[in-house]
């Protein structure tokens, strides 16, 4: 399994410990940045992120900013993806199992780092069920598809 994470500066020291906490579970991780506390713009992050996820490079993407809205909002941009911002390990799990969510966002604004390493683990631990939840996911597709034609 490979990951790629980013945070904006907010998201920083949070995805600091999230990349801790992935590797000592032995799973490999790229940091496509920020670097450091200093202010930077988080759709950067999320479009290099998604562009790394949707592209194949990676299996699954993590993205932190304050909220988890904005980094989310710019990854979701990218055709292929279908990134969730959670706040509880409820919503991460179900969102891999019925949505097949690429990538996980959060707030280090909104969630402290024991809630943020269950709800990066409750993600992790989802599988995709397809099934009845495939036909809706090819739907989110679709749309992506009309949008290119428009
Ligand atoms: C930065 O102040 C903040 O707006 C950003 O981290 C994020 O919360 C945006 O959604």
Known sequence: MK???GSDHVGF????????HLKE???????????????TDYPIYGEAVANA?????YDKGI?????GVGISLAANKVNGIRAVVCSE???ALLSRQHNDTNILAFGARVVGLDLALMIV????????????????????????EKQKNK
């Not at 579970?25 to 940045?33: A, L, T, Y």
């Not at 996820?53 to 490079?57: F, Q």
């Open 3 to 5: 990951i790629a994470i």
């Open 13 to 20: 020291e949070l995805k600091g410990k999230v990349i801790e």
């Open 25 to 39: 579970k032995g799973i490999e991780v790229k940091d496509f940045g920020t670097n450091s506390t200093e202010r």
């Open 53 to 57: 996820v949707a592209s194949k490079e």
């Open 63 to 67: 993205l932190i900013c304050g909220t």
């Open 89 to 91: 390990p409820y919503s």
């Open 121 to 144: 683990d409750a993600w992790l631990s989802g599988v995709y069920e397809g099934g009845r939840h495939a036909r809706r996911v090819q739907m989110i597709a679709d749309i992506e």
